[in-house]
């Protein structure tokens, strides 16, 4: 199968070590390529910058299908235009905000969400609330270390990440602990092992990960998302306004 | 005070007639106005389009703060771009869809909302979801009407919304009705009027009004939204993507 | 419009600085005047001395129609007397605490609410429980400042306040803040420029201040609650027992 | 022990047969006698005679500590006062709102309240809601009878409670049913055998029956409610309004 | 009446002192008396132990319709059993965990379960939300003490439950204390009265206690729970495998 | 990998074709097979049934360990023992009705499950609720035919699913149907195509298809769940009782 990520910025795609993380736990037989955007925000960090990387990001999802895909994945724990993306195509979208919160929700009691900011709790928590899952949810914790050291996997973020998981175990009753990034999936290994060293054992998810194994599933299993309207047009036409009307 | 209603579509602002309705409402000496989005969707009626209303609209929120605007109100009931534009910018910012459901609320026991549609349902119940009003919801109906008989205010769509009213009163409990979809401030008084002379008395909530109402409000108390980053400029680069990273 | 705000004890009506302090937010054509109950609890500071204001509450309702007034707003963070109030009148009836908590919630993510000491915390808690807005609520947090105090917009209040706000956001994760008693539309406005010169930028509702405008928004959009039986008697005859009923 | 049951209202308190009722379910040792309120309604049917209820409600509960009662029950299925109660008094103060939900919620998966009038189901919701138990509630259902009839234990008051019975349990998947009314013991025990014989095995809660046992149970074992101030008054002074502030 | 406690281990039943706390608080004619299981675990202290216990359980709840008791009280906080042994036989079968936090609900805003050792903090938690009491929990806490000990009622044992009792309510907001283990009724009483003499005044709710009570109340009241198919038999059988499906 | 699928009965295990049709969705390198138990019940259709298969599935789990399983699935929609199996294994334990319920979760607005019988509707409903997903359920149904005939996939097992489906979503608003009983891969396949064909587009969940995707997605990504007590021996003993403690 052939499946695809659409990384929704236009300065990071995913670098080749993560994306060789990814592969070694797909089947040998699942293709697996990342995409950019042609135009869009260079990072997400805000929640605009979210709004203006979902044209693009659909834009990517409908071609997608023009390309063969078999399944498509969001490279964002935001799930930025995740809803409109599944009314486009019928080859599943996956987005990694959702699949992490869910796999976290079956892996114990409840799960604590290690964002990279504070600025980026609310949006957060807001995402938990759209999907249900409030009730499973331990705490959003935030690093307040600057994205751009996020994927460097350094020292530096691995010590924050020790530090927060500890707190969301202890304090806060968390069970297992979700990256709120993606693009990080060595730096869960590491998190998972230095906890483990330190005798807290729990469960770290990463949110690709989570989202890339889902499509998998979903595709060999033949089973895709629900579509309000299967029979719509994959793009909506986006237009320059209309004069008369202007004049209002 | 100086208020603009962006209407997140290229081809339909809102009528005059609507614009009067609003300005009754108002004060006198508040100014309101209406504004377009230069490029985008014709009209909202799926995901993908109310996805892709979002860039153009938050190019109108912050145009409105140059523009010497006291508040912005963004109309349609999906709320497109309500969070991203209050990172945007100070002045208050208004959602139809939050401020008519939180009047709903407010007004009775539990509310039920008549959208255009059934496809429309669930983007309904998940924005409900988001701003965490789940339990003061009695139900979700659809009309089954085309989005553009919606705006005519004709019989026909008169008499769809007294019939999903009252089985909304009588079947699902509800003791507030929603309108869900804005532009019909007219429709909302005359459905009011239609359901008292059955002996069913509901208030019923435009979305657009509620949102007037609230935009008005707030900067007349000088209250405006919480922003998670206040020193953050008011509209993102987007820009193209940079070829070495497409190499990946 | 007129406007008559009902402070449900017996000793403080509304202080004219903060009565100056509402008008000023309202239309110009907006008379707005307060009573006091003829016969009530001196003030109210507990759940019994809640209870027992609800019967003169109730008279001074009745009676708001009778004087021609378009909207009434209970002067009390607890609503005493709210939904037996809108059963007896049509006119708009409003409650600063259902108000606040909604404006409140429309503001940010989530919200706190500072009383002014512990015993109230559960009432406040009941009070979101019942408009069902539990999942909006960060916390509720005592100030454990006698509530004479509270009244006099003093140094030492506004310190208290400025202490549990800012535990308020760094602790309990809060947006947005509330203030859990009436009276004090100057203490918001001087506790959110403390605020925002340390650096915490959030919102501050004044729950008196919200209902005020809700009931000019309602009165002005021609709107109001839900009665279960709008044909009932404005107040239903209190009267002594019966002495058969008493042999039992 | 000595238990007392405090009648909301003035010219009804409890039939002789119910006392009895109730008398033979408790232990022989346990005195249990109904006092009515001397001023206040004549009956409860709606939001304001519940509210003017509570300061005679309140005076009777104070009493029974004068009269060394060891437990109050309210006789109204909605509780009216219950909070203020138990802040005034050290004794268990019950109420059969409260005790039949809960007791309800413990002998099935969801459960149903019938009450008298559709205007009761938004108050019968907003206490579920109050009292946090809104997951475990399938239905509130209107018998649409008068409440004068709910107390003869006709024929026809059980015809309508069979047929809603039946409704709740087939269409809204209630698998216990509570009556919406107190006084009606010997009717909630005809409702279960008739619902027994037509093969509908139903435990049905009978609210007051519910309060008596759990005050019962209550002082036996020697616990009673939180106080948040046990060293206040038992009841707070109402007075008349002071001239002064009636200036303002 | 007859009431059995079944206690679900092979090694502890219920010492003396315990069950005599137990009889002083029922009716004078009510007999009590306690079994354990023929075949099971020691102790209940993992989810495994309290799995294993289940088989053993049911036999003894149906054994005790042969002796005609008249209701049945499983001795474990968690319930073990609970829902299948009421599907097994029509007299009322009691959980202390259902019906502590029923009562924990009743007597205050939001209650606290403090239980032996972290690991059973999840488990209780997951049992609130399976009995949709999630609103009203404050807190779990854990004393980290071996459960051994805390059946000796020791000094050591009061000292933990003393200080995670003031925890609880400082802290979490708590207003009312559950124990999270049976078989410490006098505990909870030198609990609530060490909380007393400190100034604390909370409910303490024992668990047993509660359930000994509402067994009682349910019997005298002729009420029980839901059964899904009172028709069954009162033991399934357990048989070996069969030779042809192992073939598979 | 190893996957071994644990069927919680001693009659059925799972046929062939079912198996093929599991066999078929899995990378060509995984090995599956599936054991029933020595001692158990012959069906799990009541919840004695379900208690009763607890220890005999502990006991499959623990001996995969021993023989070299990668991961383990419990084969029954209730996932009995499914937390005390966690607590048992370090490897991966999964159960049908969590996977199932959160992959119908992802997929769509809200769920449907459909169940064999009415009696099944309770116990589902409080898995839903102990797994945290009450506000994605939109409801259970059953299709009242014996759970013999379910397994033959015959047209009226078919029939009746297409009927339920329908109502499910025509009447309860479910976008994703989720059959309530495992063992059924190839009827899921045809509900969805009938269903289709009919123009009912939802995705339609087989709970243990789900859950041997999930196990696999678990063990290649090497992330299990969380463990209480990871140094805990896999299982617990289980003795006769001791004569002393029985003289009580």
Request: hydrophobic share 45%.
């Amino acid at each position: 199968m052939h499946l695809r990520i659409v990384t929704p910025t236009t300065a990071t795609a995913l670098d080749g070590a993560a994306l060789e993380g990814l592969r070694a736990v797909l089947r040998p037989t699942t293709e697996l390529d990342v995409v950019m955007l042609d135009q869009g925000p260079e990072s997400i960090e805000t929640e605009p910058e979210e709004a203006l990387s979902v044209p693009g990001t659909l834009q990517r999802v409908a071609e997608a299908v023009r390309a063969r895909c078999d399944g498509v994945i969001i490279n964002c724990v935001g799930d930025p235009g995740l809803a409109a993306a599944r009314e486009l195509v019928a080859i599943p979208v996956v987005g990694p905000g959702q699949a992490g919160m869910h796999l976290a929700s079956m892996l114990g009691g409840r799960f604590s969400i290690l964002v990279a900011r504070g600025r980026g709790i609310a949006a957060m928590r807001s995402l938990v609330a759209r999907y249900g899952l409030q009730a499973k949810l331990a705490s959003v914790r935030a690093l307040e270390i600057p994205i751009g050291e996020l994927r460097g996997g350094e020292e530096r973020l691995l010590g924050a990440l020790v530090r927060e998981a500890q707190l969301a175990t202890k304090r806060d009753g968390a069970e297992v602990v979700m990256l709120g990034s993606t693009g990080m999936v060595q730096v869960a290994r590491r998190l998972a092992a230095s906890l483990a060293e330190m005798g807290v054992r729990v469960p770290v998810v990463d949110p690709l990960l989570s989202a890339v194994i889902l499509a998998e599933g979903l595709v060999s299993a033949g089973v895709s998302h629900y579509r309000s309207d299967p029979t719509s047009p994959s793009m909506p036409a986006v237009g320059a306004s209309h004069p008369s009307a202007h004049a209002l």
